[in-house]
């Protein structure tokens, strides 16, 4: 059976005013409205949520039975930063069992409150503790990556400017985007360094927000939208939590795995993929998955990158939205908030950032320093 | 299709040295080794954990990958104090739509280390903030909630003891159990007043512990075990996170609801169950359960318990483990043990516990003051 999309929802990324319940109510709200129906037409509602500590909030599905008054069957789930995609397998693999025929999927938080230290504290949760108590926090474990990739492959940290430049650039024309600061190459290399070779500029901010999509079984889809896009395949993968157990620092193996199985189950290649959002934590993470996804020969990312193919104009645009650099990250919406923009794009009514003739987006969210991966295929 | 138990794992619940990846790792490993087989029979995991503040680790997914040297699919779940029977549900879904064959349900927390006002902070984020910040954290909502049952129906404080002396003996052969400690009507008659009508004994303790479930589809059970427990029914249902938004505090609807859908499923009664494992957080939480499940008329616990209808030598024996009260409640751990008990039982393995020719037996997890609820019947 394959999964049809019935509605999306996503509310603006960046600092908000708004409580962690009234951006899970935004987002579920835009979703169920736009599939021209109600929350009574739904039937189980799956919640992505990180950590429990930016709003001191745990058992989220009672707050959401709260706002809706229901009593639909709604149960969280995290996996670090790949919570969103986790939340939607879950979806995916409940309208299988036949279940349910409709399941909503909402991710959310809600981090700008907290003081940026405590906020590294809680992000530092989701890695080893064992290498959380030597100070390795996340973007230092990304900077080792990034040493390590730029040695082995005689990358410059040009290239991972260019990643953030892209993205900085495609989120002006995303309304709901945390930034809308176009940057240069120059900005980019002489922002702050923050853990060599990253910059600030490599580095995905802490945002507020909310994204949500209704799936459905694709027997009914037609009763919700006259546009469906299909979720055609899904990988799921995980690894070691410390990045000391990985053999080879410039790859990422659950996501090398996970696209496996996506495309396996698609039935379609790398080379069949019109569009791309993945998981930019840090610059250096869009270059590992445009190899790990296959989009790249290993170490070849940097010459996609200075030809233009991953910008909005090239051969396979990568992050239209602007991506976790710019577009925001809060994290539990993030993986829902990557297949928003596909599913937009594919029904397009993308806007401004409409890419034309797109047939076929993919979606690669990882949690941590790639220990939890999800590759998710859509298809219209 | 019927969900067959392959195997089981139980740590010691109490006040452990072990880390929360221990004691993981020691309930996964006992219920692998229970069903006489090796990680590599498992097609993915579903991990129970309640609140990452008390250990300082969230993405539990990559510490078990971590820990089994594994790419198992993992994905952790939460629904507050009934995260347990949540993960449980996600694993039978999962089977049930062939995706996998054989799923690990793990369920753990370790609280010990916490200091227990900070462990009040931390479990308060099960609740409503809107009423947590006037002070009403879980033993002042169960007070209310108690208040109201013994004014209704002219219950007394014997009553909710009768409850904790009942666990209390009943946990004296459970060798697992956090107390060993047997009370009296008077002891717990004179324990200090925790929030009116609730006193110490009426209350459960913060644990350390681990439990699990190797799941399977029943067509391969017999690869795993000569007697093979079914589940056969399952029922979840949700409420709002707020108690005063309950019209009547003296039934928790969700429970109600949750009951009918798993007792419709297993093509049983109430009348049917040999023995149940309820969610005795609070003695209250006992006597309505016993009530909301079916097992008596609204009101008429009062009555049970003084016949010592729920006694280990009564015909509906209830919290044979000890329950949360003296087997102890280690939340994530705890929807699972309650299964791990009933599948022992129906096994005819609990020991010095066994409860002749126990055939059919209940388990109900609820999350809050019920406003998360599962239950779950078993068959031998």
New interface residues.
């Given amino acids: 059976m394959r999964i049809a999309i019935a509605g999306i929802g996503h509310t603006s990324f960046g600092k908000s005013t708004a409580t962690i319940s009234e951006l899970l109510f935004e987002a579920s709200t835009q979703a169920i409205t736009d599939a021209h129906t109600t929350i009574d037409a739904v039937d189980a509602v799956y919640i992505s949520n990180?950590?429990?500590?930016f709003s001191?909030?745990?058992?989220l599905?009672?707050?959401?039975?709260?706002l809706w008054?229901?009593?639909?069957?709604?149960?969280?789930?995290?996996?670090?930063c790949a919570s969103g995609a986790?939340a939607i397998?879950?979806a995916v693999?409940?309208i299988?069992?036949?279940?349910y025929k409709t399941v909503l999927v909402v991710g959310v938080e809600k981090m700008t409150a907290t003081p940026t230290e405590i906020a590294t504290e809680i992000l530092a949760?989701?890695?080893?503790?064992e290498e959380m108590k030597h100070g390795a926090t996340f973007p230092s474990l990304y900077a080792l990556i990034a040493q390590r990739y730029l040695h082995t492959f005689g990358a410059k940290e040009e290239h991972l400017a260019m990643v953030a430049v892209k993205n900085h650039k495609n989120a002006l024309l995303n309304p709901h985007a945390h930034f809308h600061k176009e940057i240069t190459l120059q900005d980019a290399l002489q922002s702050p360094l923050i853990a060599a070779p990253l910059r600030l500029f490599d580095c995905s901010p802490l945002s507020d927000g909310a994204a949500a999509l209704l799936l459905c079984a694709e027997d009914i889809a037609h009763q919700f939208t006259a546009t469906p896009v299909f979720l055609i395949g899904i990988g799921?993968?995980?690894?070691?939590?410390?990045l000391y157990?990985r053999k080879d620092l410039t790859t990422m193996?659950?996501v090398v795995?996970a696209a496996k199985k996506a495309f396996i189950m698609a039935e379609r290649t790398p080379k069949d993929i019109d569009l791309a959002e993945l998981h930019d934590c840090f610059t250096i993470a869009e270059i590992l998955q445009m190899e790990d996804l296959g989009f790249c020969e290993k170490g070849q990312a940097k010459i996609a990158l200075e030809n233009g193919i991953t910008e909005r104009g090239g051969s396979l645009p990568i992050n239209v939205s602007g991506g976790l650099k710019a577009k925001g990250h809060p994290i539990g919406a993030t993986g829902i908030s990557q297949a928003v923009e596909i599913v937009q794009q594919l029904q397009e009514r993308a806007g401004q950032r409409q890419i034309k003739n797109a047939r076929l987006g993919l979606c690669c969210n990882i949690?941590?320093t790639g220990?939890?991966a999800f590759v998710i295929i859509f298809s219209r």
């Fill in positions: 990180f950590s429990s500590r001191n909030q745990c058992h599905p009672s707050v959401f039975a709260s008054k229901t009593n639909k069957e709604i149960i969280r789930v995290e996996s670090a986790a397998k879950e693999i409940a299988e069992s036949g279940l949760t989701a890695g080893s503790q799921h993968d995980v690894d070691a939590i410390e157990k193996p659950a795995r949690g941590g220990s939890s």
